[in-house]
T-cell receptor
Framework: GAVVSQHPSRVICKSGTSVKIECRSL??????MFWYRQFPKQSLMLMAT?????????EQGVEKDKFLINHASLTLSTLTVTSAHPEDSSFYIC??????????FGPGTRLTVL | GQQLNQSPQSMFIQEGEDVSMNCTSS?????WLWYKQEPGEGPVLLIA?????ELTSNGRLTAQFGITRKDSFLNISASIPSDVGIYFC?????????????FGSGTQLTVLP
C-alpha cells in the first residue's frame, strides 16, 4: 500500500494567489520529509528538507519566502507556494525516509499557474 | 555537487527483450536506489542497494552496486508492456540515511508489442 500521500493531486490557480500542498506519511512517523520539483521531461530536483518542529532547510537557489514549508507533526508537511506565477507551474513531489534508509515518494501534485 | 550520468536517455525495445541501463559518477555513493516513474505519478522504488558489489533482484529486475561505488546498473529481463516508464537512478553520499539523494537524468523505456 501507499506509504506517502499528497493532496491535492492537481491544482490550477491564478497568478498571484497562494497554493498549499499537503504531504502525509501514512505508515511512518517522519521527522524529516523532502520536497522536490520536477519540470517536464526532467529529473527530480530537491527543493528543501522539512524538519518536524524546526525550520526547513532550503537548497541553493530556492526562495524560502516563496516556498513556505511547515512540518507541524510527524505525519504531515505542507508546502505553500506564495504569490504563484506561471514559471512555478511544475510537478511537486514529497518524500519520506523510512525503513532501511530508503526514500519513498508521494504521488505528486501537478500545479498549473495561469 | 555530485552528478550522475544515466544512460541511455531512451530505449525502444520489443516485448520479451532484456533491457540494461546504468548510472556512473565521479563521486562515491553509499547507497544506490532505482525508481520507476509513470506519467503523472511519483517515483516508485524498485530496488535499493547498500553495499559495494551487492547484487539484488526484484522479480524480473536485477540491480548491482558497483565495486568502485561510483556506478550501478539495472537490468530488466523479458520486458512486458507495463515496463514502460521512466527509470531513475539515485545515489546518496550520506552514511546510512538516504537523505542526500542525487538523481540521474532518467531513462525513458518504451516496449513495443
Amino acid at each position: 500500500g501507499a506509504v506517502v500521500s499528497q493532496h491535492p493531486s492537481r491544482v490550477i490557480c491564478k497568478s498571484g494567489t497562494s497554493v498549499k500542498i499537503e504531504c502525509r506519511s501514512l505508515d511512518f512517523q517522519a521527522t524529516t520529509m523532502f520536497w522536490y520539483r520536477q519540470f517536464p521531461k526532467q529529473s527530480l530536483m530537491l527543493m528543501a528538507t522539512s524538519n518536524e518542529g524546526s525550520k526547513a532547510t532550503y537548497e541553493q537557489g530556492v526562495e524560502k519566502d516563496k516556498f513556505l514549508i511547515n512540518h507541524a507533526s510527524l505525519t504531515l508537511s505542507t508546502l505553500t507556494v506564495t504569490s504563484a506565477h506561471p514559471e512555478d507551474s511544475s510537478f511537486y513531489i514529497c518524500s519520506v525516509v523510512a525503513g532501511a534508509d530508503t526514500q519513498y515518494f508521494g504521488p505528486g501534485t501537478r500545479l498549473t499557474v495561469l | 555537487g555530485q552528478q550522475l550520468n544515466q544512460s541511455p536517455q531512451s530505449m525502444f525495445i520489443q516485448e520479451g527483450e532484456d533491457v540494461s541501463m546504468n548510472c556512473t559518477s565521479s563521486s562515491i555513493f553509499n547507497t544506490w536506489l532505482w525508481y520507476k516513474q509513470e506519467p503523472g505519478e511519483g517515483p516508485v522504488l524498485l530496488i535499493a542497494l547498500y553495499k559495494a558489489g551487492e547484487l539484488t533482484s526484484n522479480g524480473r529486475l536485477t540491480a548491482q552496486f558497483g565495486i568502485t561505488r561510483k556506478d550501478s546498473f539495472l537490468n530488466i529481463s523479458a520486458s512486458i508492456p507495463s515496463d514502460v516508464g521512466i527509470y531513475f537512478c539515485a545515489g546518496d553520499t550520506s552514511s546510512g540515511s538516504a537523505r542526500q539523494l542525487t538523481f540521474g537524468s532518467g531513462t525513458q523505456l518504451t516496449v513495443l508489442p
